[in-house]
Each structure stands twice: as C-alpha cells, then as structure tokens.
C-alpha cells in the first residue's frame, strides 16, 4: 500500500515561514490533502487536491507537490497555527494518512 | 450549515461491540460519501472505512475488515459503524467525516466519539 511520511516535528519562529513536508513515490501523480487538527479539536481542511484552499483558510496557507514530496507552506506563522498537521491520499480504494507533524511556534 | 455529530461511544471489553452513530445536517446526506476516521492517544490519524452515497460500496482498513461494518440510512441522515471483536487498539476518537469532492477530500467532520477498550 502506499506510504506517506512526514517530519514528527517541525519548528517555526513566530512571523517566520513553516514548511512540512509529506514524503511518497512519485507523489506528484497523486492528489494531496492536508488537514490541521488542533488540540482538543477535530481536524479541519486546510488544503486539497495539492494546492486548493477552503473558503475560511487564510492565504498565509499554501502547498505544493512535486517528484516525491508534497508541501504544506504556512507563512507568518501565528501561535494559533501549533497544531498537527496531516497529509492524506487515496489509494485503490482507501485512504492514506501521513504519520502526522505537530508544528510548534516559537 | 454543515453539521455532523456523532454518539455511541463508551467502554467495552476486549471483544465486545459497540454501534457509533453520525448524524448529518444542513447538507444533503444522499449526495456524499462518507467516512469513519480514529485517532488512537498518542498516534496519528488512522482511516477506518467508506460508504458511497447510495450505500452500494464500502471500503475498510485492514486493521479493521471482518470485524467492522459501515452502514447508513439516508432516510434517517445518518451513518453508522457497528464495531464488533472489539480490540485494545481500537481505542480512539472516531470521527465521521464527509467526502466533500473527489479524489476523498473530507471538508466537514464531527466532533468525535471516545471508544475504550480495555484490557
């Protein structure tokens, strides 16, 4: 089956740029959807098919996909952005989550 | 506005079963796949299983096949998971999700329901 991994943390300064990665082969074939979830909370769509907002998702969120790795880009970080974040893919017939990466802003 | 709202968790015994029900609002429910998703303490998001629309197809984890069941009754607007040989790594939160657009994006889900099995 098919296999994501991500980063198990990632560090960003406050107003500094976080980058969090989702790792796969050839993932670049694949569409990629990231989900925050925050502590306490249900997980929410913060971005689909690669690089597609939601409406209510501040632009400061952004991703891409490219060869073998998917990127979820939150610039300006903000201290309501320290959450964990997931990728997520699907895959004959099911559904692949990334091991998850809890951001912590500094 | 899109609500989802599940019930029926608890705690059970290794073995046991327990029935989780979500019940959707403010969409309508025929029109969506949906989907059952846990998180285990300490562990990431975990898939459990899908239904189409229509109910016509479902789709389970390996973890959970021969012992799960995902239903729905669009009448009632509602989907379920009966959870049947209950194990201790089924305990999570279980969180029903909607298929919002294709390639399984979910944009909406539940608040959850705690599932404990204790052994």
């Known amino acids: 089956s098919f296999e994501l991994t991500q980063p198990l943390s990632v560090s960003v300064a406050l107003g500094q740029t976080a980058t969090i990665t989702c790792g796969g082969k050839n993932i670049v074939t694949r569409s990629v959807h990231w989900y925050q979830q925050q502590p306490g909370q249900a997980p929410a769509l913060v971005i689909y098919?690669?690089?597609t907002r939601p409406s209510g998702i501040p632009e400061r969120f952004s991703g891409s996909n490219s060869g073998n790795t998917a990127t979820l880009t939150i610039s300006r970080a903000q201290a309501g952005d320290e959450a964990d974040y997931y990728c997520?893919?699907?895959?004959?017939?099911?559904?692949?989550f990334g091991g998850g990466t809890k951001l912590t802003v500094l | 506005e899109v609500q989802l709202v599940e019930s029926g968790g608890g705690v059970e015994g290794p073995g046991g079963s327990l029935r989780l029900s979500c019940a959707g609002s403010?969409?309508?429910?025929?029109?969506?796949?949906m989907s059952w998703v846990r998180r285990a303490p300490e562990k990431g998001l975990e898939w459990v299983s899908g239904i189409t629309g229509n109910g016509g197809r479902a789709d389970y984890a390996d973890s959970v096949e021969g012992r799960f069941i995902i239903s729905r009754d669009n009448a009632k607007k509602s989907l379920y998971l009966q959870m049947n040989s209950l194990r201790a790594e089924d305990t999570a939160f279980y969180y029903c999700?909607?298929?919002?657009?294709?390639?399984?994006?979910?944009?909406?889900w539940g608040q959850g329901t705690l599932v404990t099995v204790f052994s």
């Open positions: 098919w690669d690089t």
């Open positions: 403010g969409f309508t429910f025929h029109d969506y796949g």
């Open positions: 997520q893919v699907w895959d004959n017939n099911h559904v692949v």
């Open positions: 999700a909607r298929v919002g657009y294709r390639d399984y994006v979910f944009d909406f």
